[in-house]
Structures are given as structure tokens and as C-alpha cells.
Nanobody, 125 residues
Framework: QVQLVESGGGLVQAGGSLRLSCAAS????????MGWFRQAPGKDREFVTA????????YYADSVKGRFTISRDNAKNTVYLQMNSLKPDDTAVYYC??????????????????WGQGTQVTVSS
């Protein structure tokens, strides 16, 4: 029902900024909670941030609080991840995900029904 495509990944130096976008298809996008996850080689998929259907509630992993900001524009069927003060430990493939359930966003990957292909973010020191 929903297809997600991430973009905006790339190489950036430590301390720099990057803005990721997740473009969604499907008219039900505006009813879904959305999340960003990341996965580094050899590690589990890690919760980064999530936002509820309206954008009025956001949640962040402790590791990114104060540095990352999630937002959404339902009119454009797009969710964004603004990443500032990037660190080498932020290096990972970043995935956009959608949760169709009527609940506040969760940090559990299994709760999300749709996933994008992922976009690589590499932070050099």
C-alpha cells in the first residue's frame, strides 16, 4: 500500500550536516507513524527517531537527541531527517519505515509495516 524511497545520503565530515528525505506513495501515508532506523555492518537495526501521523509528537534515541530532527510534510508525502553535528558513529545505512497501526510511534522494527531501500550515510573524521 505504501512505497518508501530514501534519498540524501552521502559522505560528510564529522561536525557536518545532512538532510535525508523519504518520499512515500499511497494516500494512507498521512495516517501512518513514520520512523528512521539505521544499521551498521555487523550490528542490529537501531532506532533513531519517529514521528506520529500528524507530526505533533516526536521521539529520539538518546544517541541522537539534540543533533537530529525528524519532521514530515503530509501534503508532500515526505518525511525528513535533519542530521547535525554528525559523528563517525552515525555512519550506517539509514532506513525510512511506516507503521500502519493506530498508536504512538514505537522504537521496535517489527512494529513497522513498510520499509525503504535505505541510503548510506558515511561520516569521516
Amino acid at each position: 500500500q505504501v512505497q518508501l524511497v530514501e534519498s540524501g545520503g552521502g559522505l560528510v565530515q564529522a561536525g557536518g550536516s545532512l538532510r535525508l528525505s523519504c518520499a512515500a506513495s499511497g494516500r494512507t501515508f498521512s495516517t501512518y507513524a513514520m520512523g528512521w532506523f539505521r544499521q551498521a555492518p555487523g550490528k542490529d537495526r537501531e532506532f533513531v527517531t519517529a514521528i506520529n501521523w500528524s507530526g505533533s509528537r516526536t521521539y529520539y534515541a538518546d544517541s541522537v537527541k539534540g543533533r537530529f530532527t525528524i519532521s514530515r510534510d503530509n501534503a508532500k508525502n515526505t518525511v525528513y531527517l535533519q542530521m547535525n553535528s554528525l559523528k563517525p558513529d552515525d555512519t550506517a545505512v539509514y532506513y525510512c519505515a511506516a507503521d500502519s497501526a493506530l498508536r504512538v510511534p514505537t522504537s521496535t522494527p517489527k512494529d513497522y509495516d513498510y520499509w525503504g531501500q535505505g541510503t548510506q550515510v558515511t561520516v569521516s573524521s
